[in-house]
């Protein structure tokens, strides 16, 4: 399969240290075989402000087509005055509604001519791209001080700032070969299967692969039916500022506090990579077979090897449906018994404890998000040791073990422990 990548420039000054940076990726995109990589300079396009007749409707009409064509898009964009440029914001609007970007996996380039990058601009871009229904992968890069680590050829002289943006274009090939590729093989398996029965619980079946949801709705639906379900084990913890609870623990080196979108950024990312983000409860683990539902919702499957919920008991496979709603900052987590893996070949959940479905999801405001979780266990009777270890543990020292992380991968900030903070302000 050969994977089409649409590179886009977000600046259209002459000479731009964005295209100087977004160049590095495009080699980097070149050297892969099974890659075909077409960049777009913007100011070539002419593009119509929303609203607006565009003056060359055929320029737009191609534009439009190469990035649903595209298995994937890198965007590079510089900021100005703390935002998303307004050339790579128009691009975005003109690519229609439902956006072109939608289901399309998507890696992001930021350069800035300051001392901290383009962290603003990533964090608008990523919030943008994800509301049209993009899947923005994890790990943007942030370039400062840009003028210093490209000469006026466009040569890098900064090697970390040249590894990054390269290791960003391999990683969105590599996200590509592992989710999209196995895609349509996928697809035909569970699209011959016979139709999920609508009723009840009771009528899943016990073997075998099973259809996806057309929709996020529909996957709602059948996650509170098993909420619902009598002799089910439910746990719901209060919802928790995520600031606040951090504050109770950590310093942030500059300050920084989690937005909306970023508590989002980092659910999205966890979902995909659970043994990134929270090695404490996932061994091991894979995502595969990353698909767009009817609703222009994302969907996924993983496996992984996970920490037992009942104390004494062993960790064991768990195999999920992953149902993703940008726009609700809300994502499903459907225990299955099998799937099918991603060489085709149906793979089977352990038997060490009830198949459970989870529910995270980003609620309060965008200044001061929450964390709302909520799990149920589908039990026959409900089971107080599967709620032992959550009222032991509780939520707080998974999430904040999660959150760090994050912190430290996607917004490249170091959490200082609390206690290490205020030693060293008195010293």
Not at 138 to 165: I, K, L, M, N, W
Not at 166 to 171: K, N
Not at 276 to 305: C, N, Q
Request: some cysteine; aromatic content about 6%; overall charge negative.
């Amino acid at each position: 399969m050969t994977i089409k990548i649409t590179a886009i420039c977000g600046s259209v000054r002459p000479d731009n240290a964005t295209s100087k940076a977004l160049a590095l990726a495009l080699d980097e995109l070149a050297s892969h075989p099974d890659v075909e990589v077409t960049p777009v300079y913007l100011e070539e396009l002419d593009l119509p402000l929303p609203g607006l007749p565009a003056r060359h409707p055929e320029a737009l009409e191609r534009f439009q087509r190469m990035v649903e064509d595209s298995t994937g898009v890198f965007l590079a964009s510089p900021e100005y005055h703390g935002g998303v440029s307004s050339p790579m914001k128009l691009a975005i609007d003109n690519l229609g509604f439902p956006s072109k970007l939608a289901g399309k996996p998507l890696a992001l380039l930021g350069v800035a001519a300051g001392s901290i990058g383009a962290i603003k601009s990533l964090e608008q871009l990523r919030g943008i791209c994800a509301h049209v229904g993009a899947l923005v992968l994890p790990g943007s890069v942030s370039v400062a001080q840009v003028h210093r680590a490209f000469d006026e050829r466009g040569v890098c002289q900064d090697e970390q700032v040249e590894t990054q943006v390269r290791g960003a274009a391999t990683a969105l090939v590599d996200y590509i070969r592992g989710a999209i590729c196995p895609r349509l093989q996928l697809e035909a398996v569970t699209g011959d299967l016979p139709e999920r029965s609508p009723e009840g619980l009771d009528q899943e079946p016990t073997s075998g692969p099973r259809n996806i949801h057309a929709s996020f709705r529909d996957a709602r639906a059948e996650f509170e039916r098993a909420w619902n379900q009598p002799g089910h084990t439910r746990i719901e913890p209060d919802a928790v500022d995520v600031n606040q609870l951090l504050g109770q623990s950590h310093s942030i080196d500059d300050g920084i506090r989690l937005t909306g979108q970023m508590l989002w950024d980092a659910e999205v990312a966890k979902a995909w990579d659970p043994g990134t983000y929270i090695s404490g409860v996932v061994l091991e683990g894979k995502s595969w077979g990353s698909m767009t539902l009817a609703d222009g919702k994302p969907w996924f499957v993983r496996s992984s090897r996970q920490v037992a919920w009942k104390e004494g008991t062993d960790p064991g496979v768990v195999l999920e449906e992953v149902y993703l709603d940008p726009h609700g900052r809300s994502v499903l987590f459907f225990g299955r018994s099998q799937l099918i893996g991603p060489d085709g070949v149906p793979v089977e959940a352990g038997a060490h404890q009830p198949l459970f479905h989870v529910e995270h999801a980003v609620t309060g405001t965008e200044e001061e998000p929450l964390n709302r979780w909520r799990i149920v266990h589908l039990t026959e009777t409900e089971d107080p040791a599967l709620i032992e270890r959550q009222v032991k543990e509780g939520s707080g020292g998974w999430l904040t073990g999660f959150l760090s992380r994050f912190i430290e991968l996607e917004l490249d900030r170091k959490l200082i422990p609390l206690e290490a903070a205020q030693h060293a302000s008195q010293q």
